[in-house]
Each structure stands twice: as C-alpha cells, then as structure tokens.
C-alpha cells in the first residue's frame, strides 16, 4: 500500500509540473540518476512534545515509516505532538512523506531547489516565481539565508573557484569571495522549512528540513567529489559564534537547568543547535493547539544570528574595497574587483528578497499569536537586518562607479607610460636607423671600418644624416608641409 501510494506520489507531482512548471526541478530529483545518486539516509530525530516537556529520539527508515502510518507513538506514550528534524532530506523520503503526509510538492521543491538557473530552459524555484501574496498564505513556510563557509587560509599553488559546491542528497551552491585577511570566504543558499499538520484523532505533526552538514567543499567547478577527497576543506560554521538570543540569567542562579545552560547546546551544526533549542519548548507555543509560526521560532532565531554574521561579513568587505582604493592601484585594483562589487549588488538584492519573504511571513501569522510583543521583537529584528543589509548595498554600490574611474585613471596612466617608452624606442631607432643605412651603402669595408683610414668619411657622411632626420622628426607636421610646398615652388 506504502509503495503504491509513493509511486503515486511521484506521478502526482509531474502531472502537477504541468501547471506549475517550477516542480520540474522536484521532477528530476525524485527520478533515478546512477550519474547522481541521492540514495544517503538522512539524519531523522523526532521530538514528542508534552505537557511537561520535550524528547528526543532518533529515527530510521522504518521507524518514519511506522510514525507515518500511526501504528506507535515515538518517545512517550501519548504525546500532544511530534516534530521531524530531518537533515540531507532524500527522495524515498520525500516520497514517504508526501504520500502519507499529503503534502503539497512546492513544500519540497522551493527547499530542494535554491538555484538561481545559468539558462532559460532551466525551471525557477518556487520562491521566485510565485507571488509574497500567495506564500504567505500557504501552510508551510521555506525560510531562505545565507551561510558563510571559512574555506581555510588561501593555497598557493590551488587553482580557487568561483563556484563552490556542497554536495549531499541534493547539491547547494556557494559562491567564493575575494579573500580577507588571508582567508577564503564562501557563502552558501541555504534554507530551512517548517511544516505543520494537524489531525482530528492523531498528535499534530511538525516537519522541519533542515540542509546537510557539510563534510567538505568542493573548490572544482561542475565535480562530484565525496569526503576526504584532497580538493575538500572543512567548514568552520558561523553558528559558533553567534549571540545567545535567550535572557541571560543572574548569577545568583547556582542550579541552572540543562536546557538554559550555554554549554548545553552543542554549535558544531544547524541540527545540533536546532535540537539544542528544542529541548524547552518554545515560548508563546501551545502545545494543544500550535502555529507553524509558533514551531519556527527557534529556526527564525538562528537564522536571524546567521542573517547578523552576514551584514557583519559586508561591513568587512566594504572596509576591504575602501581601503583598496587608497593603496597603489596597480598593486590592489584589478578587474576581478569590479567585477565581485558588481556581484555584490545583485547578491544583495537577492539577500533583501528572501527577508521580505521572512518578513511578510512573520507579519502576516503574528496577529493571531498570544504573545504579540515577542513576535513584534522577532520582526523588528529582521526589519532591522534588511536595514543594514541595504545600507551596505549602498555603501558598495558608491563604490563601484569610483572603483571604475580608479581603473579607468589606472588605464591611463598606463597608456601614457607605454606612450613615452614607445617614444624612447622611436629616438633610437632614429638614430641607429641612419647609421646603419650608411653603414649597409659603405658596405664597411677595410678602408671604412672603425680604425681604417677612410672611417672619416663614413662619418661625414652618416653623421650629418643622422643629424638631419632627427632634426626633422622634432618638426611639426604642418612646417614638413609648409617646407616641401617651398621646395617645390623653386625647383619649378
């Protein structure tokens, strides 16, 4: 029966292609590719929520399969409801959970599919195509950032990307920046979604996809490669270095719980930090009646501690270009540099869409959350991001008409220094050119050569020449004109 429906699912979602031509993307990755094969488990942690709490288990294939089905409850017996933290999301998967879930395919493809496409034929994702009207009305939300990846200090004798690629079930693009200090930079699409489904007789069910933890990053453009292959660095995540957003408690407190102390929650990844969180329900929740805006709290959160590292990123960068036009153009100003600022614009637009969707989001299921004030909180955070994020884009959009002029003068000054060496050349051509010339009639012979007796009429002859058309190259055109006009009159 599970087969049945899962196969059903997959032709459901290429009917559904047709009138939504962005699940082509979904389309391809649920169908069998032995060039791409998506076939790792993915990492499935369930959390049954309680009146007096959460807990954590881990899940296999099986296990999601029985929780689909309802023939047991996971982690207690009779839990008001089950969230899904499932990490590097596979297609057996997704097909397990559309069948048995009946969820709708863009829920998938607008997290599967990040990719802005490099031709026409190739399908947009969901987030771009549809309207902010339309999905802040769908019952599931797809939250969009940005991850910044430390690839290590810069190699010398390695041939660096502009296109970086983490690989899993599904591939995500990073994109490498000019390097700071020293080290390589890259930011990743990342994107978490949070489904929420509800049921007359069952425990409400939370789904949140998560994106893989990263074992390595390909520096190779368009190469499949898997862990420990030497063209890989490991990741050092900005989680690590995000602020706490929980109130810090007074020292006075001497026992702590677990879940508010800050060595409990591991930042090694998005999951682990997610399911750090997790262990005390989020506030304002109702574990009776839940939101999906409730449910994405926590995710909102370290998003928004991510979207905090990036406008920190920016910053540094706009400092990097700032200063590279003060020092010796020739040494800093390079046309890779136009051509990142120019990048920088685009990314920043691209970074300013994917908050106003989060934005619009919040907005827009806010008004029917009990804690009014700590949502009002949450979205004056993220207003507050697309603050910074824009006033940055401006600083580097002043920078990239000045950084062009700077080129340009650089050019030129250049052009003029090539100009005077080319006019050094022309001098001494104009004085070996004569030499030579006598040279070649004389044949420079015994008698001509330096030391003969008759050397001296080789320089009668050759000097005065010389002289002459040196001379003539310091007259202006208009006086040869002038003079070969007068020449002309006399000889007539």
């Not at 190779?220 to 900005?238: F, I, K």
Request: proline residues 7%; contains cysteine.
């Amino acid at each position: 029966m599970i087969a049945s429906s899962i196969q059903g699912y997959r032709e459901f979602v290429r009917a559904q292609s047709l009138l939504n031509p962005c699940l082509q993307s979904l389309v391809d990755y649920l169908s069998p590719n032995p060039a791409a094969p998506r076939d790792r488990q993915p990492s499935v942690h369930s959390i049954s929520v309680s009146r007096n709490g959460s807990l954590t288990t881990n899940l296999d294939l099986e296990g999601l399969k029985d929780l689909i089905s309802r023939k047991r409850r996971v982690g207690c017996e009779e839990p008001l409801g089950i969230i899904l933290v499932i990490e590097d999301i596979c297609p057996a998967t997704v097909e397990l959970l559309g069948a048995g879930l009946s969820i709708d395919p863009l829920f998938f493809c607008d997290h599967i599919n990040t990719s802005f496409p490099k031709s026409g034929s190739d399908p947009l994702p969901p987030s771009l195509v549809s309207f902010p009207s339309v999905i802040r009305n769908r019952d599931f939300v797809n939250i969009h950032s940005q991850r910044i990846l430390d690839l290590g200090p810069i190699a010398k004798d390695a041939t660096a990307s502009y296109d970086v690629s983490v690989f899993g079930n599904y591939k995500r693009n990073a994109r490498r920046l000019v390097p700071l200090k020293g080290r390589q930079v890259a930011l990743m699409r990342s994107c978490c979604s949070i489904l929420l489904k509800k049921f007359p007789e069952h425990p409400w069910l939370c789904v949140i996809l998560i994106d893989p933890t990263p074992d390595g990053y390909n520096t190779r453009p368009n190469l499949l490669v898997s862990p420990g292959s030497p063209y890989l660095a490991q990741e050092q995540s900005s989680l690590a270095r995000f602020e706490d957003f929980r109130d810090v408690l007074p020292f006075s407190s001497n026992l702590l719980p677990r879940h508010h102390q800050g060595s409990a929650i591991s930042r090694r990844c998005f999951r682990e930090t997610l399911l750090g969180y997790f262990e005390s329900l989020p506030p304002s929740l109702d574990p009776q009646s839940p939101t999906a805006l409730g449910l994405s709290y926590y995710p909102l959160r370290i998003i928004a501690a991510e979207w905090m590292q990036y406008t920190h990123l920016m910053s540094r960068y706009v400092k990097h270009y700032e200063f590279s036009l003060k020092d010796d153009l020739h040494l800093r100003l390079h046309r890779e540099d136009i051509v990142d600022l120019q990048r920088w614009r685009r990314r920043s637009d691209q970074t300013l869409h994917k908050l106003m969707l989060t934005e619009q989001f919040i907005a827009h299921r806010c008004g029917a959350e009990p804690d009014q004030a700590l949502w009002s909180d949450v979205l004056d955070d993220y207003r507050f991001l697309t603050s910074c994020i824009g006033r940055y884009r401006n600083s580097l959009e002043l920078i990239l008409p000045l950084a062009t002029s700077m080129a340009q003068i650089a050019d030129t000054r250049r052009s003029m220094l090539e100009a005077s060496n080319v006019k050094h050349l022309t001098l001494i051509a104009l004085v070996f050119v004569p030499l030579a010339y006598v040279a070649s009639v004389f044949s420079m012979s015994d008698g001509y050569v330096p030391g003969g007796p008759k050397f001296w009429v080789y320089l009668s002859v050759a000097v005065p020449l010389m002289l002459v058309i040196v001379g003539l190259s310091f007259v202006s055109r208009a006086r040869v004109i002038r003079l070969v006009v007068w020449l002309k009159g006399i000889l007539e």
